[in-house]
């Protein structure tokens, strides 16, 4: 009897023993496949991530590269110069007045409707101020009005006809920053100093490392 209770005794004691093993043994096979599976989900996203950044950068390419062909046209085909700033992009367009005049030429109207495809393709959501200018002929009081109305009447253009949406301020300079010093009415350069200048203002300004000062 005393054997048989050893026996009894001694299985008793190894099955608990036994089966702690096999509930660990299966504990580290569950951790590992849940291991294995999380590793996988990782590398999935890591995968996907990656794919996404090349994605990403890929479009980016592309679109500084259709950008620089953008502003190449205008430099060429209208004459523009472009100069990029810490706050956004400078674009002087040959918008000219007649003297004492602010009405926006027809001949003007290429250029202006080129730069307003420009401005909503690559730089939506942005601030654009339209700065007017007077050739030095005339009060320093008359001249920041008639810059004024000349930046105005661009600014009526761009929303009414170049379908800009984005926010649009007009100012008047006068006859501050001459092209052209003195000339006035009908002397050579005069017309280069009845102008008006933009600067586009945009948290999203992929040109500033494409246009440097246009030629």
């Given at each position: 009897m005393i054997n048989h209770f050893k026996m009894f005794a001694a299985i008793a004691l190894v099955a608990p023993v036994m089966a702690g093993c096999a509930t660990k043994?299966?504990?580290?096979?569950?951790?590992a496949a849940e291991?294995?599976?999380?590793?996988?989900?990782?590398?999935?996203?890591?995968?996907?991530?990656r794919s996404a950044r090349m994605s990403g950068d890929s479009s980016l390419?592309?679109?500084?590269?259709?950008?620089?062909?953008?502003?190449d046209s205008l430099r060429t085909e209208y004459g523009a110069k472009i100069t990029a700033l810490?706050?956004?992009?400078?674009?002087?367009?040959?918008?000219?007045?007649?003297?004492?005049?602010?009405?926006?030429?027809?001949?003007?109207?290429a250029a202006l409707d080129r730069f307003a495809k420009v401005v909503t393709k690559y730089y939506p959501g942005?601030?654009?101020?339209?700065?007017?200018?007077?050739?030095?002929?005339?009060?320093?009081?008359?001249?920041?009005?008639?810059?004024?109305?000349?930046?105005?009447?661009?600014?009526?253009?761009?929303?009414?006809?170049?379908?800009v949406t984005d926010e649009i301020r007009a100012v008047g300079y006068g006859k501050a920053r001459l092209v052209v010093p003195n000339a006035s009415k009908d002397q050579p350069g005069a017309d280069q100093n009845r102008r008006?200048?933009?600067?586009?203002?945009?948290?999203?300004?992929?040109?500033q490392g494409v246009a440097m000062t246009g030629q």
């Open positions: 043994g299966f504990v580290r096979e569950h951790v291991q294995a599976r999380a590793d996988a989900r990782t590398d999935s996203a890591v995968s996907a991530e390419t592309l679109d500084v590269a259709s950008l620089r062909k953008d502003l810490e706050s956004g992009m400078q674009f002087a367009l040959p918008v000219h007045f007649a003297y004492d005049d602010a009405t926006v030429r027809d001949e003007d109207k942005s601030v654009i101020t339209v700065e007017g200018f007077a050739d030095p002929a005339g009060s320093q009081k008359y001249n920041l009005d008639l810059s004024k109305r000349r930046a105005g009447a661009v600014q009526g253009y761009l929303s009414s006809n170049a379908g008006v200048v933009f600067v586009v203002e945009s948290a999203q300004a992929p040109a």
